[in-house]
C-alpha cells in the first residue's frame, strides 16, 4: 500500500524567509502524481502545486517550487519570500493512476507558522 | 470559493443516530469524491462516484454509504453512530475520473457526535 509520510509536524518561518517542507512516499508504481495542498484557519483545502512523476524538471508555481527526487522517493515544498498568508495547514498527497481512480493518499500535515 | 457547496456547515448530533451529507459539485464536473479528516486518523478518502457510478473506495465503514443521483449531487449517510465519527467531511469534485487532475474541496461539514 503506499503511504506518504510528512515527518515535520510543526514549521516556523519569519516573514520574506523561504521554508522547505518534507514529504517522503512509500510506491512501487511507476506512474503517479503528487500534490501539495494547503488548510488554512478556514478549512478549505487549496492546491498548491502538483508534479507529475514521469516529468524530471522540478514544478513551480510563483513562491512555491518542489525539489522532486524520484529515486529517494522525496517531494519537498519550498516557499520563497514568505508570507502571513502562508500561515497554514499544508498536506502531501500522492495519486498512483492505474485503476485508483481519483484517490488520493495524504500525510499527516505540516503546520506552518508565519511569524511578522 | 472553489464552486463546491456542502451542506450542513455543522452538526451535532447523539450516538447511534442517522444524518446526511450533501454535496454539490462544481458545474460540469462529473467526479464527487468524499473525505473524512478527523484528530487521530488524519485525512482519508472515503469514496468516489463519477457521473452517478461507484469508482473507488477507500477506508469507509460498513456504517457509511454514499450514492451520486442524476443532477450530480451526491449524499454522505452516516448511521449508527459513534464518538469516533466526529470529523471533518469533505467534498471535492474533478471534471475527470482520474486523480491526477486537480479536486476542488468544499468547505466540509463539522460532524459532533455527542
Known amino acids: 500500500a503506499q503511504t506518504v509520510t510528512q515527518s515535520q509536524p510543526e514549521m516556523s518561518v519569519q516573514e520574506a524567509e523561504t521554508v522547505t517542507l518534507s514529504c517522503t512516499y512509500d510506491t512501487s508504481e511507476s506512474d503517479y502524481y503528487l500534490f501539495w495542498y494547503k488548510q488554512p484557519p478556514s478549512r478549505q483545502m487549496i492546491l498548491v502545486i502538483r508534479?507529475?512523476?514521469?516529468?524530471?524538471q522540478n514544478a513551480t508555481e510563483n513562491r512555491f517550487s518542489v525539489n522532486f527526487q524520484k529515486a529517494a522517493k522525496s517531494f519537498s515544498l519550498k516557499i520563497s519570500d514568505s508570507q502571513l498568508g502562508d500561515a497554514a495547514m499544508y498536506f502531501c498527497?500522492?495519486?498512483?493512476?492505474?485503476?485508483?481512480?481519483?484517490?488520493?493518499?495524504f500525510g499527516q500535515g505540516t503546520i506552518l507558522t508565519v511569524h511578522p | 470559493d472553489s464552486g463546491v457547496t456542502q451542506t450542513p456547515k455543522h452538526l451535532i448530533t447523539a450516538t447511534g443516530q442517522r444524518v446526511t451529507l450533501r454535496c454539490s459539485p462544481r458545474?460540469?464536473?462529473?467526479?464527487v469524491y468524499w473525505y473524512q479528516q478527523s484528530l487521530d486518523q488524519g485525512l482519508q478518502f472515503l469514496i468516489q462516484?463519477?457521473?452517478?457510478?461507484?469508482?473507488a473506495k477507500g477506508n469507509i465503514l460498513e456504517r457509511f454509504s454514499a450514492q451520486q443521483f442524476p443532477d450530480l449531487h451526491s449524499e454522505l449517510n452516516l448511521s449508527s453512530l459513534e464518538l469516533g465519527d466526529s470529523a471533518l467531511y469533505f467534498c471535492?469534485?474533478?471534471?475527470?475520473?482520474?486523480?491526477?487532475?486537480?479536486?476542488?474541496f468544499g468547505p466540509g461539514t463539522r460532524l459532533t457526535v455527542t
Open positions: 458545474s460540469g464536473d462529473l467526479s
Open positions: 462516484y463519477y457521473n452517478g457510478e461507484e469508482r
Open positions: 498527497a500522492y495519486y498512483a493512476g492505474g485503476t485508483s481512480y481519483g484517490k488520493l493518499t
Open positions: 508534479q507529475e512523476a514521469y516529468k524530471q
Open positions: 471535492a469534485s474533478s471534471e475527470r475520473t482520474s486523480g491526477a487532475y486537480e479536486q476542488y
